[in-house]
T-cell receptor, first 109, second 112 residues
Framework: DAKTTQPPSMDCAEGRAANLPCNHS???????VYWYRQIHSQGPQYIIH???NNETNEMASLIITEDRKSSTLILPHATLRDTAVYYC??????????FGAGTRLTVKP | EAGVTQSPTHLIKTRGQQVTLRCSPI?????VYWYQQALGLGLQFLLW???????NRGNFPPRFSGRQFPNYSSELNVNALELEDSALYLC???????????FGPGTRLTVT
């Protein structure tokens, strides 16, 4: 699986959009981009995934660049409960997942 | 719909002992994945089972093993426990027609 690079930490003001970047410059054509988050030692929670088109669901939006070498997870209106470690993972559809260090997002009042 | 369940929630073992952790996937899910998360570290992939077969394993010694039963539940066995095996062990399941994995709450193992 391709490796990903994420900033170790980010802050965001409550109510503002949180934009979390991820670089995956060696992604293969059949690899998807997945985002999960983990809140304080709970099991990771699936957020969203995409292949090449932008995706949106009730939790977030995923913007993937045209060359697929990077992506951005957008939480449109961050709340204090969104404080978590966010993981960007690239993998083939049915493979196992290799988690990196992720980005620790802190939402501040 | 019930999520992924794991048992026990916590347990304490001593060095050299053996432990078995259990995971029940979401109904209809056929794949089970095991991960280890040591304190303050990221998730490390351990094992992947699908339809009763081991499909892949991470970079862990053979004393980490497991199996998947016909009802798709799974066990993770760790023999000859070492202090560094202390961690949160997470199980995730995935359905055959879906891409995302759903995680259980984990089992926190402490080795003394």
């Amino acid at each position: 699986d391709a490796k990903t690079t994420q900033p170790p930490s980010m802050d965001c003001a409550e109510g503002r959009a949180a934009n979390l970047p991820c670089n995956h410059s060696t992604i293969s054509g059949n690899e998807y981009v997945y985002w999960y988050r983990q809140i304080h030692s709970q099991g990771p929670q699936y957020i969203i995934h995409g292949l090449k088109n932008n995706e949106t669901n009730e939790m977030a939006s995923l913007i993937i660049t045209e060359d697929r070498k990077s992506s951005t997870l957008i939480l449109p209106h961050a709340t204090l409960r969104d404080t978590a470690v966010y993981y960007c993972i690239v993998r083939v559809a049915t493979g196992d997942m290799r988690f990196g260090a992720g980005t620790r997002l802190t939402v501040k009042p | 719909e019930a999520g992924v369940t794991q048992s026990p929630t916590h347990l304490i073992k001593t060095r050299g002992q053996q432990v078995t952790l259990r995971c029940s996937p979401i109904s209809g899910h056929t794949s089970v994945y095991w991960y280890q998360q040591a304190l303050g570290l990221g998730l490390q992939f351990l094992l992947w089972y699908d339809e009763g077969e081991e499909r892949n394993r991470g970079n862990f010694p053979p004393r980490f093993s497991g199996r998947q039963f016909p009802n798709y539940s799974s066990e993770l066995n760790v023999n000859a426990l070492e202090l560094e095996d202390s961690a949160l062990y997470l199980c995730a399941s995935k359905g055959p027609n879906f891409y995302e994995q759903y995680f259980g709450p984990g089992t926190r193992l402490t080795v003394t």
